[in-house]
Structures are given as C-alpha cells and as structure tokens.
C-alpha cells in the first residue's frame, strides 16, 4: 500500500520561506494528480495547489505568486515551495492522492510576524 510522509515544515519569520516535500512508498507517475492542502487553525482543510502527471499545475488563489508546487516522478516526491509566508500561512500541511484517497501525516508550518 502506497504510503505519503511530508517533510519540511518548521517555524519562520514572515516574509521567509519554506520547501515541503513528500516522499511517496510508491510510483507517483502512476498515482497521477497530487496536490497539497492546509489546515489553518480554526478552519477547514483547503486545497493550496496541485500538478498533474505531465506537470500542469492550478493554485488557490491566497498562494498565487508566492507558491510552487513541483514533481519529481522518477524519485516519486511532490515539493511545495513556499516564498512570502505569511503568518496567515500557519496550520498542518498534507500531501494528498486524490485517486487514492490517500492522505500523508501533515507537517506543520508556523509564521511568526
């Protein structure tokens, strides 16, 4: 069974940055779509970017410009580069596989202002 551990998170200054990763068990190529969402505190989960097996990628808008998502299939690992954090930013990040329904263990970014 495909496994998903995020790495990476930490606490920052506003205005620093952060790179996630996710390491996945198994074959992302063959995984397809993955995607990164957060938890802020008092709020529901939401979706900050995904990429395709080919590479196209879609952002939530709160992140345009400040973040980028990336692959790399043949070490089966999903980055998230995170420019321009804001403490808004804070909360648990999580690695997703839609088509597996698979969810990682989260890491959590903290931005202090």
């Known amino acids: 069974q495909v496994q998903l551990v995020e790495s990476g998170g930490g606490l920052v200054q506003a205005g620093g940055s952060l790179r996630l990763s996710c390491a996945a068990s198994?074959?992302?190529?063959?995984?397809?779509?993955m995607g990164w969402y957060r938890q802020c505190p008092g709020k529901q989960r939401e979706v900050v970017a995904v990429?395709?097996?080919?590479?196209?990628?879609t952002y939530a808008d709160f992140v345009k410009g400040r973040f980028s998502i990336s692959r790399d299939n043949a070490k089966n690992t999903v980055y998230l580069q995170m420019n321009a954090l804001k403490p808004e930013d804070t909360g648990v990040y999580y690695c997703?596989?839609?088509?597996?329904?698979?969810w990682g263990q989260g890491t959590q970014v903290t931005v202090s202002a």
């Open positions: 990429i395709s097996r080919g590479g196209t990628t």
């Open positions: 997703h596989a839609p088509s597996l329904s698979l």
């Open positions: 198994g074959s992302i190529f063959s995984i397809g779509v």
